[in-house]
């Protein structure tokens, strides 16, 4: 079946400008997380959804990273006034919660490089 | 504080040497371990878990809690077998994965 699928796949951007990134998870993956992979910082979570519950933000790494999942499925990833030090491979997974091993299949990733 | 370490961002063996890629971690609690992979061009993919205790393409994997390591071994490389290896943790029963620094693997012939 369709694995976890994220547009764009590549994203060029000005400083200063806003950028949205789009995951779609695997059909009835109830949960979904955001990671991001740079050079110097290796693989980072960012956030965590699972269900109704209240999302894991603790990842973000300022208050100009937010996201959404609507209606327990997409999940868009909104970074604001975007920065240099925002240039990295941006990696979405699901897993279905309540599944014995509830692996995480990753999506192919966004790559955003900031100018 | 949670951490997951890889020491060695490169190794680089022949084709049918044994390799072996160090992993050790800090967690307070019960964690579970995975290697993760990522072949050029292709998606980060689950190796194996410690849980399954199961050998993968002639990777092994022994969770060792007196020393918190969790070495990834194969004991005859393959030119296939060229790729970023991730070790990574979590809390168990799902939640966040929290990643080492990541090891590139390179099998020469």
């Known amino acids: 079946g369709a694995g976890v699928s994220q547009s764009p796949s590549n994203k060029v951007t000005e400083k200063g400008k806003d950028v949205e990134l789009r995951c779609d998870p695997i059909?009835?993956?109830?949960?979904l997380y955001w990671y991001r992979q740079s050079l110097g910082q290796g693989l980072e979570f960012l956030i965590y959804?699972?269900?109704?519950?209240?999302?894991?933000k603790s990842g973000l790494p300022s208050d100009r990273f937010s996201a959404e999942r609507t209606g327990g499925s997409v999940s868009t990833l909104t970074i604001q006034r975007t920065q240099q030090e925002d240039s990295a491979v941006y990696l979405c997974?699901?897993?279905?919660?309540?599944?014995?091993?509830?692996?995480?299949?990753f999506g192919p990733g966004t790559r955003l490089l900031v100018l | 504080a949670q951490r997951v370490t890889q020491p060695e961002k490169l190794l680089s063996v022949f084709k049918g040497a044994p390799v072996e890629l160090k992993c050790n971690y800090s967690?307070?609690?019960?964690?579970?371990l995975f290697w993760y992979v990522q072949y050029s061009r292709q998606r980060l993919q689950l190796l194996l878990r410690?849980?399954s205790r199961e050998s993968i393409k002639g990777f092994t994997a022994d969770l060792n809690k007196g020393e918190t390591s969790f070495h990834l071994k194969k004991p005859f490389a393959q030119e296939e077998d060229s790729a970023m290896y991730y070790c990574?943790?979590?809390?168990?029963?799902?939640?966040?994965?929290?990643f080492g620094q990541g090891t590139e693997l390179s099998v020469k012939p």
């Open positions: 997974a699901s897993s279905l919660v309540g599944d014995r091993e509830e692996t995480q299949y």
């Open positions: 967690y307070s609690g019960s964690p579970e």
């Open positions: 410690h849980i």
């Open positions: 059909s009835g993956h109830t949960a």
């Open positions: 959804f699972q269900g109704n519950s209240a999302p894991d």
């Open positions: 990574a943790l979590t809390g168990g029963q799902g939640g966040k994965l929290i």
